[in-house]
């Protein structure tokens, strides 16, 4: 796990110990693009570490999150939903299916320096999230709604 090095580090500056367990489920953070819940980590992880628990598994995303290591994207109408990814991205949220993909966003920092000369405040980084129907459920949306049309 040597890839993890600058997050272990980052662990031990903020005085957290570094545990087999919490490297695993950054480990497993790191290498998803799902964004998934506890329950989704634990699921995957319990078979090959069956010593890890789900509370440990919240216990290590709250402090992950803490530290500025993982996103907790708060998804709306269900499960909190986090993401390894802790680069300026956007997200887009499924409102039927419950996907969640990353997207850049161009020119993102231009509003952001905008909104910072307007208000003058100190910003650190924005988070623009859109919501809406992913392609696959706006085209099974639209194929539904073509059979119910009369001919």
Same mark, same amino acid.
């Given at each position: 796990?040597?890839?993890?090095? #600058? @997050? %272990?580090?980052?662990? !031990? /500056?903020?005085?957290? !110990?570094?545990?087999?367990?919490?490297?695993?489920?950054?480990?497993? +953070?790191?290498?998803?693009?799902?964004? #998934?819940?506890?329950?989704?980590? @634990?699921? $995957?992880?319990?078979?090959? @570490?069956?010593?890890?628990?789900?509370?440990?598994? @919240?216990?290590?995303?709250?402090?992950?999150?803490?530290?500025?290591?993982?996103?907790?994207?708060?998804? #709306?109408?269900?499960?909190?939903?986090?993401?390894? /990814?802790?680069?300026?991205?956007?997200? =887009? =949220?499924?409102? /039927?299916?419950?996907?969640?993909?990353? %997207?850049?966003?161009?020119?993102?920092?231009?509003?952001? /320096?905008?909104? !910072?000369? $307007?208000?003058?405040?100190?910003?650190?980084?924005?988070? +623009? $999230? =859109? =919501?809406?129907?992913?392609?696959?459920?706006?085209?099974?949306?639209?194929?539904?709604?073509?059979?119910?049309?009369? $001919?």
């Amino acid at each position: 796990m040597k890839h993890l090095e #600058p @997050y %272990i580090n980052r662990l !031990k /500056n903020f005085g957290y !110990k570094v545990t087999h367990q919490r490297l695993v489920v950054l480990d497993y +953070l790191q290498h998803s693009k799902e964004h #998934p819940s506890a329950e989704t980590i @634990y699921n $995957d992880l319990k078979e090959r @570490y069956p010593t890890i628990s789900l509370a440990t598994i @919240y216990n290590t995303l709250e402090m992950l999150t803490r530290v500025g290591l993982v996103l907790d994207l708060g998804a #709306p109408e269900e499960r909190r939903r986090f993401d390894g /990814n802790t680069s300026d991205h956007s997200h =887009f =949220f499924c409102t /039927n299916c419950g996907k969640i993909e990353d %997207i850049v966003v161009p020119g993102v920092e231009k509003v952001m /320096n905008k909104v !910072k000369q $307007d208000t003058s405040r100190h910003i650190d980084r924005c988070r +623009l $999230d =859109f =919501f809406g129907r992913c392609a696959v459920c706006e085209s099974e949306n639209n194929n539904h709604s073509d059979k119910q049309r009369p $001919d």
